[in-house]
C-alpha cells in the first residue's frame, strides 16, 4: 500500500471517527494498566506523543499529584476519571497541563458526564472537518503538502488564541501585599531623592 493510499485511508476512516458515549465508557472502576490500555486505544486513533504512548502510568499519577484528576478510591479510577483523563490528554496535546486543566475546569459546573459529552461532540465534529478536508485534497505531492502547511498555521494560530482565551478568562489580578506595597513606596521615595 503506498503512503498516499494509507492517507487516504485514515482520513476516511476519520470520517467516521466517534467517541463512545458517557455511558458507553466503563461503568466498572478500572486499575491503572486497564485505564492506560483502555485509553490509549481511544487515543491513538487522534493523539501522538514523542514516546508513541498517549498515556503511561507515570503521567496519571502526575496528574493525580497535580490535583488535574481526583485520586483513585482503592487504586481503581472510575468513569468520571476516566472521562477526564480521556480529555485532559486530547487537551495537552496543544496546551500545557496546568492550561488543559484550567480549560476542563471552566466547565465543571455541569457533571463530568456533561462535559464529556460536550467535548465529544465537538472532537468528532472537528475530525470529520479535517478528515473531509483531506479527502477532497488532490492526491498529489504539492497539494498535500500545502495541506500540511496549511494545517499546521491553523494549528499553532488557533492554540494561540486558546492560550490567549484561557489566559484572559483564568487571569485574576492578585492582591498586593503590605510588604510589595512598602517596598513599591521604598522605590518611589529613593527615585524622588535622586
Known amino acids: 500500500m503506498s503512503d498516499f493510499e494509507k492517507l487516504s485511508r485514515t482520513a476516511g476512516e476519520l470520517t467516521d471517527f466517534a467517541l463512545p458515549s458517557y ?7 478500572l486499575y491503572m494498566d486497564q485505564v492506560t490500555g ?7 486513533r487522534v493523539c501522538r506523543s514523542e514516546d508513541g504512548t498517549p498515556l503511561t502510568p507515570n503521567r496519571i499519577n502526575n496528574y493525580v499529584k497535580g490535583g488535574h484528576i481526583d485520586r483513585p478510591v ?22 500545557s497541563i496546568p492550561e488543559a486543566s484550567a480549560l476542563l475546569g471552566m466547565h465543571r459546573e455541569a457533571s463530568t ?4 459529552e460536550k467535548f465529544k461532540a465537538l472532537q468528532e465534529n472537528t ?42 478568562l483564568t487571569a485574576t489580578e492578585a492582591p498586593v501585599s503590605d510588604e510589595a506595597e512598602k517596598e513599591k513606596d521604598k522605590k518611589t521615595k529613593k527615585a524622588k531623592k535622586q
Open 23 to 29: 455511558e458507553a465508557l466503563p461503568e466498572i472502576d
Open 38 to 44: 483502555y485509553l490509549n486505544k481511544l487515543l491513538c
Open 127 to 168: 475530525v470529520h472537518a479535517c478528515a473531509a478536508e483531506i479527502a477532497q485534497t488532490p492526491a498529489d505531492a504539492a497539494a498535500l503538502g500545502e495541506k500540511a502547511l496549511e494545517l499546521m498555521l491553523r494549528s499553532t494560530a488557533e492554540r494561540f488564541m486558546a492560550e490567549e482565551i484561557i489566559t484572559a
Open 74 to 95: 482503592q487504586k481503581k479510577y472510575d468513569r468520571d476519571q476516566i472521562a477526564m483523563l480521556y480529555m485532559l490528554c486530547c487537551a495537552k496535546q496543544n496546551l
Open 113 to 116: 458526564a456533561a462535559l464529556y
